[in-house]
T-cell receptor
Framework: AQTVTQSQPEMSVQEAETVTLSCTYD???????LFWYKQPPSRQMILVIR??????QNATENRFSVNFQKAAKSFSLKISDSQLGDAAMYFC????????????FGTGTRLQVFP | DAGVIQSPRHEVTEMGQEVTLRCKPI?????LFWYRQTMMRGLELLIY????????DSGMPEDRFSAKMPNASFSTLKIQPSEPRDSAVYFC???????????FGPGTRLTVL
């Protein structure tokens, strides 16, 4: 069974600085999707970024980018130029291509942003 | 589009009572998912539907939980009888096709006293 591990329960960053959130996963599959979701205090789960495992190029969405290391089964999220609105819980998630319907979530990292 | 709609946003009930959570997926989406979020267990998939048909309910904790999707625009998650350990935030999500992003609703915070 696939598992997703987020080893940092909490992180903090100064406004305008860069922070990296870690995620590792375990799978025997070669093709899959990886996601980062943001959950602000409003509870809404918002997709931040997605990565297809067959793509070597790291996904980027504005200030958010990932470092996808397939061999190491690592999928970290980098937030550049951090803003106060980035403060939230961040969840890493895995979805198999074979079993395409289930999202497997990590336990989350709470990010604090200080002015 | 209004996004995924869930009601109620908050529910407080007493142990033993029946609780019904409701979800309206995004129009045109053919997948619907029910998740539960707790501090201890994180986000767990309870059940999901494809074209209104339940596909996998292996995450449903026990027989007290049941879910239905009578049509493409409505689903319910029912707990009967409710217990304090059912207290959690319950999310509904929908997607179009099985390769696309899941869009989450705002969640229902359930408190069972």
């Amino acid at each position: 069974a696939q598992t997703v591990t987020q080893s940092q329960p909490e992180m903090s960053v100064q406004e305008a600085e860069t922070v990296t959130l870690s995620c590792t996963y375990d799978t025997s599959e070669s093709d899959y999707y990886l996601f980062w979701y943001k959950q602000p205090p409003s509870r809404q789960m918002i997709l931040v970024i997605r990565q297809e495992a067959y793509k070597q190029q790291n996904a980027t969405e504005n200030r958010f980018s990932v470092n996808f290391q397939k061999a190491a089964k690592s999928f970290s999220l980098k937030i550049s130029d951090s803003q106060l609105g980035d403060a939230a819980m961040y969840f890493c998630a895995y979805r198999s291509v074979l079993n395409t319907d289930k999202l497997i979530f990590g336990t989350g990292t709470r990010l604090q942003v200080f002015p | 589009d209004a996004g995924v709609i869930q009601s109620p946003r908050h529910e407080v009930t007493e142990m033993g009572q029946e609780v019904t959570l409701r979800c309206k997926p995004i129009s045109g989406h053919d997948y619907l998912f029910w998740y539960r979020q707790t501090m201890m267990r994180g986000l767990e998939l309870l059940i999901y539907f494809n074209n209104n048909v339940p596909i996998d309910d292996s995450g449903m904790p026990e027989d007290r939980f049941s879910a239905k999707m009578p049509n493409a625009s409505f689903s319910t998650l029912k707990i009967q009888p409710s217990e304090p350990r059912d207290s959690a935030v319950y999310f509904c999500a929908s997607s179009f096709g099985n390769y696309n992003e899941q869009f989450f609703g705002p969640g229902t915070r359930l408190t069972v006293l």
